[in-house]
């Protein structure tokens, strides 16, 4: 686990880095990709993106889109510190609509 990211023994989930450092503006929304808003909410990013397409009528393009090839690619280079040469599959982008949406998505 990351020194970003401490799991409490209650299960509470403390990150300690701001979240304004996890919002990206890509194609002119501010949006939050899926791998950060996993670990907000404590769990693996594959199971959030299961969640979200089990639940895919309630995440309209305007709460959520996936990222192109070419927009990945140029956030990658921009956060050379990032480590998401591991991903398998392009990321999701919620914008903040798509967000409260997903805390309603998620089982507690």
């Known amino acids: 686990m990351s020194e970003e990211l401490k799991v409490l023994n209650s ?3 403390i990150i300690d880095q ?5 919002i990206y503006s ?4 501010q949006v939050i990709l899926d791998q950060d808003l996993a670990r907000l909410y404590g769990v693996e990013t594959r199971r959030l993106n ?3 397409k089990r ?10 889109f996936q990222l192109g ?3 990945f690619d140029n956030l990658r280079s921009q956060n050379a510190t990032t480590n998401w040469s591991m991903r398998r599959s392009l990321p999701y982008a ?4 798509g967000v409260s949406m997903l805390s309603s998505a998620l089982p507690e």
């Open 18 to 22: 701001p979240v304004e450092k996890m």
């Open 69 to 71: 090839k070419q927009e």
């Open 26 to 29: 890509i194609r002119g929304v």
């Open 11 to 13: 299960g509470a989930v």
């Open 94 to 97: 919620f914008t903040e609509l």
């Open 50 to 52: 299961e969640q979200v």
């Open 55 to 64: 639940n895919i009528s309630r995440f309209p393009e305007d709460f959520m």
